[in-house]
């Protein structure tokens, strides 16, 4: 089991840059991939970013504006935000699993409590 701690939501302007952190603990942590979802009110939560292997992988409503990052000496994924919309405006949740990818990020095992983003239009 992993858990997750998140940091970093809060309210800005549309254009404005944020910083996520997400922490994960437990003796299996180090191994598993971590990522983030983002729940919109009265929407289904959705995929925003993985890191895996070396690299990120994204929702096509991101690219190029969000980067997700690894530090693995704090074990610790960290979400850029750049350039937010309204449209980003929801409760983020960093997620773990030890799958890379594949159909298991569908809904990773292990969630964290989740960080309010808003953005301001």
């Known amino acids: 089991q992993v858990q997750l701690a998140e940091s970093g939501g809060g309210l800005v302007q549309a254009g404005d840059s944020l910083t996520l952190s997400c922490e994960a603990s437990?003796?299996?942590?180090?191994?598993?991939?971590l990522g983030w979802f983002r729940q919109a009110p009265g929407k289904e939560r959705e995929f925003v970013a993985r890191f895996s292997r070396g690299s990120g992988y994204y929702a096509d409503s991101v690219k190029g504006r969000f980067t997700i990052s690894r530090d693995s000496a704090k074990n610790t994924v960290y979400l850029q935000m750049n350039n937010l919309k309204p449209e980003d405006t929801a409760v983020y949740y960093c997620?773990?699993?030890?799958?890379?990818?594949?159909?298991?990020?569908?809904?990773?095992?292990?969630w964290g409590q989740g960080t309010q983003v808003t953005v301001s239009s």
């Open positions: 437990g003796r299996s942590a180090r191994t598993y991939t």
């Open positions: 997620a773990a699993d030890p799958a890379p990818g594949g159909s298991s990020w569908l809904r990773p095992k292990n």
